[in-house]
């Protein structure tokens, strides 16, 4: 496997430490040049490097929290691309189902995530050589684990299965595509060790006990685990340090971060390209009054109108705006547009500052109700847990279990995460543990097969590895 040993082991880490530039606040680290290559990882100074390293990736780069929301949004037909090289090289194969080995999208969560492992895989691999304190140890070592079995849990929610690749692996051989088991296995095992090492408080975008224990919880109920995921919400739950945010548009306003209804952060910063938040500027129509690219993102107006006429979270839906002084009705043309990312207008350009995130507390509301009505069915803890974000968006409450079956509870939870979790990466995940994301694609007319339900391995992985076919 070229590409992963080049991203591994032909890249040095002393090139990456000098490169390091724009993790935000708590995640900056400073680049130590003047450490030697013989000695750089003997001290906590090079090691934190390496571990602000794993995270800088971790952080989604670029355009890497962009291309995960138009992943979800174009392949579930909550909205469609309209207009630059965006359009043809992302949009339309998403939207149309006609990606491949070779497209971007396909390419650059991959790349992220093993570029995030491979700085996590070099900090476990030094850690046991050198002389260091036993909480500074424990410390590095779950955050490296946080990274590493979150990155793996991406890998597996996007492609299936993925090379296990970890600080005993043989750089000098190809690896092949893990067992499902195996490649479960792993995340487990990483995300359980992080979870049993970390604080329950760490500096904001740091992985905390809380952050990894959300990431967990997901990979229970996106792997049918019911009863593993409700008692991991209800532990998460019984921290007592999350919560829903009263007005659903703060959520992600540049204003509020630090929220306590992220549960793992996604730090993003105006300072530079590579931690700038581009979501809206690969969304909203050009010469609306900010920078953007030429591309744009519309919603459809059958899930436009599919909402309850009292939710406030469609307020963050714009069905008529305005455009060089024209009032354009989006609504009826297939092209209302979102705000959920309010505009930074503390943004010198396109890098806005909003920060995102792998979970949030609604997720954990919303995983715990649907694994109980998987382990028996509607019950008034499930409907109370529902609830609880309804109320918030301003819709009647459920109030009563009596009026559901299990199918029927299973459908209405489903569909509130639509309306929850819209213009997030959340869709595309759920559709699939619910069986529907390939008959959704086909009844709006895609050539959509069980062979999309997972991306397939880059074709630069296939061409260089002689372990993957």
Not at 66 to 86: E, K, Q, S
Not at 133 to 152: P, V
Request: charged content about 20%; aromatic content about 12%; glycine content about 8%.
């Amino acid at each position: 496997m070229k590409n992963i040993k080049k991203l591994i082991a032909c890249i040095s880490v002393i090139f990456t430490l000098l490169i390091i530039s724009g993790c935000h606040d708590e995640l900056d680290q400073q680049p130590y040049s003047e450490l030697a290559p013989g000695n750089f990882l003997s001290t906590e100074e090079g090691m934190n490097s390496v571990l602000a390293s794993s995270y800088s990736e971790f952080q989604m780069q670029g355009f890497g929290y962009t291309f995960r929301v138009h992943t979800n949004i174009f392949t579930c037909g909550t909205a469609w691309p309209l207009g630059g090289g965006w359009e043809g090289g992302v949009g339309v194969p998403l939207t149309d189902f006609t990606w491949d080995a070779s497209s971007s999208a396909v390419y650059n969560i991959w790349v992220k995530g093993f570029t995030a492992i491979r700085d996590a895989n070099e900090v476990l691999r030094n850690l046991e050589k050198y002389s260091f304190s036993d909480d500074f140890k424990n410390r590095i070592k779950a955050e490296a684990m946080a990274i590493r079995g979150a990155m793996f849990n991406t890998l597996y929610t996007y492609y299936g299965t993925y090379p296990i690749i970890t600080e005993d692996s043989d750089l000098t051989e190809g690896q092949p595509l893990a067992s499902d088991e195996a490649a479960r296995n792993q995340i487990e095992s990483d995300l359980t060790t992080a979870q049993n090492l970390l604080p329950v408080d760490m500096p904001w975008g740091h992985a905390d006990k809380g952050g990894v224990m959300g990431v967990l919880c997901k990979y229970y109920l996106n792997t049918k685990q019911w009863q593993k995921a409700a008692d991991m919400a209800s532990d998460i739950i019984a921290l007592n340090k999350y919560e829903l945010l009263p007005d659903y548009a703060d959520i992600y306003h540049y204003f509020n971060e630090g929220n306590k209804e992220f549960l793992w952060a996604i730090p993003k910063t105006t300072t530079s390209f590579a931690v700038g938040l581009h979501i809206n500027a690969l969304g909203l129509p050009p010469s609306m009054g900010i920078p953007t690219w030429g591309a744009r993102v519309f919603f459809f107006d059958d899930f436009v109108n599919s909402f309850h006429p009292d939710d406030k979270r469609k307020d963050q839906i714009l069905t008529t705006y305005t455009v060089s002084g024209n009032t354009v009705d989006g609504l009826g043309q297939d092209k209302s547009i979102s705000l959920k990312y309010i505009r930074d207008v503390t943004a010198p350009g396109t890098n806005e500052g909003n920060d995102v995130t792998l979970v949030r507390y609604a997720d954990i509301l919303l995983a715990r109700a649907e694994a109980l009505n998987e382990l028996n069915g509607p019950s008034q803890e499930a409907i109370n847990l529902i609830d609880q974000v309804r109320a918030r968006a301003g819709i009647p409450l459920l109030g009563d279990p009596s009026g559901f079956n299990q199918g029927s509870l299973r459908d209405l939870i489903l569909e509130e995460r639509k309306f929850e979790f819209y213009y997030e990466d959340k869709r595309r995940e759920d559709l699939i543990r619910h069986g529907k994301f390939i008959s959704q694609a086909v009844s709006r007319g895609k050539n959509a097969t069980q062979y999309h339900i997972y991306f397939p391995v880059p074709q630069a992985e296939v061409d260089a590895n002689d372990q993957i076919d």
